[in-house]
């Protein structure tokens, strides 16, 4: 792109909010971005690192409360701070488009698509009503959703999450745009969506030309889609480089740390999570920002910031020594997680579990109508003391609903819960004695959910210990103290509130809100997917050492299949609600798989620029399980027939208890999985 | 692990009141409450007359050094029976707002986290009461039980009740659908543990908030009652009754009428005034229409 000039060019931007002492405290520091038409560019960062507040200042805009300190943001040749409103909203939405995190949800829910739609073409292009629907129509066909007529006419919630996210697009592409800003695009997707949205994106940005900013903290999917990086740290710009370059040997020792910190496919070890966390926006500005965490830090690095080196391979780099960048990660390999041992005695028994969310009316049940599957189906497992059994699945394949009814917030429709001294367990919540309570415990998705704002972390501790031990006073608050000791946090968090928590240290709590219980089964219900990466990794070891201090058994609820087997000694793969495959993580996670299993390994994005995912199924909102046959049916990429629509598919097994359920046979699978990709 | 030290903090409430107080809209608000609350408590000592007391030599009396606002029809002095004529308002609706605020809070609450046929029964009915015209209702009571303090006391916590149910069910709900109240159930507390732990804390913002709102609405509610003779019987001073009784001499002496006005629209204002700044510095978002 050498010659032309770049569309979107900041420079030297300070970026910052007044403090309570009056002083302007930096969110950003003296950053630079530049892209040029056709270019892809990832902004990569913690959160609170400042990439968000970047992306929107390429548009001009800053959140309330901030202000631009110095530099200058030019966009198309002239700077965006001194526009008029007008010419602003001119540009905002049309030549420049943005995708906010969340924008799938963020559609108006009372709302048809095609009326939403036609609301961004109003704004943004002068044309007439009758072409505002073909365009409308055309815009659902560029980002690929199926029978584009019958989706302008639905309410948002009547699409899937990925049908929800490139409907976002397609109201971002309205206006024509030459460059688009991607907030964390695809985060909280499932992988196989994720994988198609990424695709699409790719494409769009090829045939249209555009300049593609896209702010993420998961490196997987930079690694995807972008030409360049950078790489943000406390509001600075630390490595800046070409993403093969910064993917394969990074200058940075944080960006070390952050690929690090990425769990893989391939290992079944823990990643490395980062020790600390980064600097507030308070805290003294000398010397390296990293300096704190980082491994090689001298004096030299406290002394002063270090300013952007050449750092080989066409990186630039705020590091001194950039070629030691190496030395890091030879000594340090990722924990390995700790097992259980075979034949353990048993902790939880499922057995032939169901459950429904409908309730038929007095009027159906008087009819005799014929009611849908239910949700959750035939589900058997065996749960061995200190043992983890990951639950993996797409959206809605039912993994919280197992959890919840294990944790008897849901009781089934049939089948039996037994804990592990051969007690039945009650159904409901309110049946069971408080010791069965005791030994279940439940971590919840979003800690910002399952805390509730208004008490105090020792408060929030108090919960379990009053209720299970009776415990008071100074009893309880040792107890807490301890406790908050194990999560690697301490007595100073005590008083604190949710909301002066950063989002690691507030799922710690959860934990330790759990562990309190002294639980022999704990229910993880996607407790890191709200988390960065490095955060991520650090929940990931904590949940690893309690496993190995307490010889507690977890169910693992993740969407995330490298996550799901860093930490799971077997793993269960969920389709609408039935089990197509259960084994040891290795067995599951290898050859032979299940289709669905190979459909959602294929998909997965890891870190490295010359993996691309392989997609097969394309993503389709499935509200209910087909009555008959097998529950991937309408999705088999490799279906062999009617007779997947009429039969339940057989348990294969492979030895070592490795189960899957499908009517092709194992050696067959294996063919396929090991061989060309199947058409999709 | 780097532990940033707790953020010092005082009390919540003190908190707010500070936040609220650093608001225009706060500020005037609670000056203009905390005046009517001072003038309510120490007018029986610094009132210049007898409210009692009349003089048929003055009646009608305009604005003089003795009678700053002039007399009533009965030669009784304005000024201190404009003093005096929010104590019964205030000391009725005062313990009638925190009743309504309790007893529909905690209805609505619970109806909020048990759900079913109770609650879509109970919805109902708030609905079908909602429907009526504001007053009649009130009206049909006082006719049956008599009017006076007593009466309109409870009276007026239950009717201003019902509204708060609806809207304390509201907030629970929201707050029953957070996971919070999930692992409050699945740890198997009790229900009211849960009400009281849980949810009562997270629905205490919208309450007060609703209450301030109802408190103004019932002040309104007690005026109107005594301007149409079902509320303090006289010769007790109360602004609705001054209002009713001078409004037939409003061309002799305007300011019979003008003071009491004055004094209930600016405890009224204020009360609004407040709300908004309490509302707008917890967070709220009040999309309800000031009263008047
Ligand atoms: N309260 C409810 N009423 C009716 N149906 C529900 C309800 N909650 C969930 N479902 C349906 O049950 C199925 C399983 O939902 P569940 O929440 O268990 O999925 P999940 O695997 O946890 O998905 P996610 O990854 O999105 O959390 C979905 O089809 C969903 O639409
Ligand atoms: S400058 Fe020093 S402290 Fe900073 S990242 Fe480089 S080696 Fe680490
Ligand atoms: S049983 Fe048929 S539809 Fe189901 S996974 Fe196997 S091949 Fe596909
Ligand atoms: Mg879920």
């Known amino acids: 792109m050498a010659g032309t000039p770049p569309l979107i060019d900041i420079r030297k931007l300070c970026v910052g909010f007044r403090g309570r002492a009056g002083a302007i405290l930096p969110v950003l520091h003296e950053v630079d971005l530049t892209v040029c038409r056709g270019e892809s560019i990832g902004i990569v960062g913690e959160s609170g690192s400042g990439k968000s507040t970047l992306a929107l200042a390429a548009m001009g805009y800053l ?75 055309d815009l659902l066909a560029q980002v690929r959703l199926p ?43 499932d992988v196989t969506t994720q994988a198609h949205i990424l695709e699409l994106l790719r494409e769009l940005a090829r045939v249209r030309n555009m300049a593609m900013v896209y702010v993420s903290h998961d490196l997987g999917v930079i690694a995807r889609v972008c030409d360049r990086v950078q790489v943000l740290y406390a509001g600075e710009t630390v490595l800046e480089g070409p993403t093969r370059a910064v993917l394969r040997e990074p200058a940075h020792p944080y960006a070390r740390g952050l690929l690090a910190s990425i769990p893989r496919l391939g290992e079944q070890t823990l990643p490395r999570a980062l020790d600390g966390r980064p600097p507030g926006p308070n805290g003294p500005r000398e010397g390296c920002a990293f300096a704190p965490r980082c491994a090689l830090a001298t004096q030299d690095c406290r002394a002063a910031t270090p300013p952007m080196i050449e750092g080989g391979a066409d990186q630039m780099t705020r590091c001194l020594y950039p070629d030691r960048v190496d030395e890091i990660t030879g000594d340090q390999a990722g924990n390995a997680p700790h097992g259980c041992a075979e034949g353990s005695p048993c902790a939880l028994d499922l057995a032939e579990v169901s459950i429904r969310y409908d309730r038929p009316g007095l009027f159906d049940r008087l009819r005799g109508a014929p009611r849908p599957p239910a949700t959750v189906d035939g589900i058997d497992l065996h749960l061995r003391q200190g043992e983890t059994i990951g639950l993996v699945g797409e959206s809605g394949s039912g993994k919280s609903t197992i959890l919840k009814a294990i944790a008897g917030l849901l009781p089934p429709a049939s089948g039996q819960i037994t804990l592990g001294d051969g007690t039945a367990l009650p159904a409901a919540v309110e049946t069971r004695r408080p010791d069965q309570l005791r030994r279940i415990q439940m971590i919840f998705q979003n800690p910002d959910d399952s805390l509730n704002p208004r008490q105090s972390v020792g408060e929030i501790l108090a919960q379990p210990l009053r209720l299970y031990f009776g415990l008071r006073d100074k009893a309880l608050r040792d107890r807490a103290v301890a406790l908050l000791d194990t999560v690697r946090l301490g007595a100073p968090y005590l008083e604190r509130r949710p909301g002066q928590l950063s989002g690691g240290e507030k799922q710690r709590v959860a934990v330790a809100r759990a562990f309190a219980a002294g639980p022999e089964i704990v229910l993880c219900d996607e407790i890191t997917s709200a988390l960065d990466v490095s955060v991520q990794a650090a929940v990931l070891d904590l949940l690893n050492d309690l496993k190995a201090a307490h010889k507690t058994a977890f169910v693992f609820v993740s969407h995330d299949l490298t996550v799901v087997r860093a930490l799971s000694d077997r793993v269960a793969v969920l389709y609408q609600g039935r089990i197509c495959e259960f084994g040891p993580a290795a067995a599951v996670y290898g050859a032979p798989s299940h289709p669905y299993t190979a459909v959602l390994l294929n998909a997965v994005l890891t870190p490295d620029p010359d993996h691309a995912p392989r997609l097969m199924a394309e993503d389709v909102l499935e509200l209910s399980p087909p009555a008959r046959g097998c529950p991937f049916q309408r999705r088999c990429p490799v279906k062999c027939g009617t007779i997947c629509d009429t039969d339940a598919p057989p348990a294969r097994e492979t030895g070592d208890g490795h189960v899957i359920r499908c009517h092709i046979p194992l050696d067959e699978l294996c063919a396929k999985q090991t061989g060309e990709p199947p058409k999709s | 692990m780097s532990t940033a030290p707790p953020a010092p903090r005082g009390p919540r409430s003190v908190e707010v009141l500070r936040a609220m107080i650093a608001r225009p809209s706060g500020a005037i608000g609670l000056t203009l409450v905390g005046l009517h609350l001072l003038m309510a408590v120490l007018s029986p000592w610094i009132v210049p007359y007898d409210y009692k007391a009349m003089d048929a030599t003055i009646t009608l009396a305009g604005p003089s050094p003795a009678h700053w606002l002039g007399t009533d029809h009965l030669g009784r002095d304005v000024l201190t029976r404009m003093m005096l004529g929010g104590r019964e308002a205030l000391l009725v609706t005062g313990t009638a707002t925190p009743v309504a605020l309790i007893w529909g809070g905690l209805l609505g609450v619970y109806l909020g986290l048990k759900g079913g046929w109770r609650d879509e029964v109970a919805m109902r009915l708030v609905d079908a009461f909602l429907a009526l015209p504001g ?25 201003f009740g019902i509204p708060v149910i609806r809207v304390a069910r509201a907030a629970a709900h929201e707050v029953v659908a957070r996971d919070f109240v999930s692992a409050a159930r699945a740890r198997g507390h009790h229900p009211l543990d849960i009400v009281r732990r849980e949810l009562l804390p997270n629905v205490t913002d919208t309450l007060l908030v609703e209450g301030a709102m109802r408190w103004s609405w019932m002040l309104l509610g007690f005026s109107a009652l005594s301007f149409l003779g079902f509320g303090v019987s006289p010769p007790k001073p109360d602004w609705g009754l001054m209002i009713s009784d001078a409004r037939v001499y409003m061309s002799l002496a305007p300011l019979g009428v003008i003071a009491p006005v004055i004094a209930l629209s600016t405890l009224i204002i204020g009360i609004n005034l407040s709300a908004d700044a309490l509302a707008k510095t917890l967070g709220l978002d009040r999309s309800r229409k000031a009263v008047i």
Not at chain 1, 158 to 182: C, F, K, N
Not at chain 2, 142 to 157: H, K, Q
């Open chain 2, 135 to 159: 007053i009649l209702p009130l009206l049909v009571l006082i006719t049956v039980f008599g009017s006076g303090g007593e009466v309109l006391m409870p009276t007026l916590a239950f009717f």
């Open chain 1, 147 to 189: 029978d584009p007529e019958a989706i302008l006419r639905r309410y948002p919630h009547e699409l899937s999450g990925g049908q929800q996210q490139r409907v976002a697009i397609a109201m971002a592409l309205a206006g024509e745009p030459d460059a688009l800003l991607l907030d964390e695009p695809t985060t909280g997707l």
């Open chain 1, 63 to 137: 959140k309330h409360g901030l202000q631009k300190i110095s530099g200058d943001v030019i966009y198309d040749g002239a700077e965006m701070f001194g526009r008029s409103p007008a010419d602003l909203a001119r540009i905002r939405g049309g030549q420049l488009g943005l995708i906010p995190q969340n924008s799938g949800q963020a559609l108006t829910p009372t709302m048809r698509i095609g009326t939403q739609i036609r609301e961004a073409l109003h704004l943004h292009c002068a044309m007439s009503e009758g072409e505002h629907a073909t365009r409308a129509r």
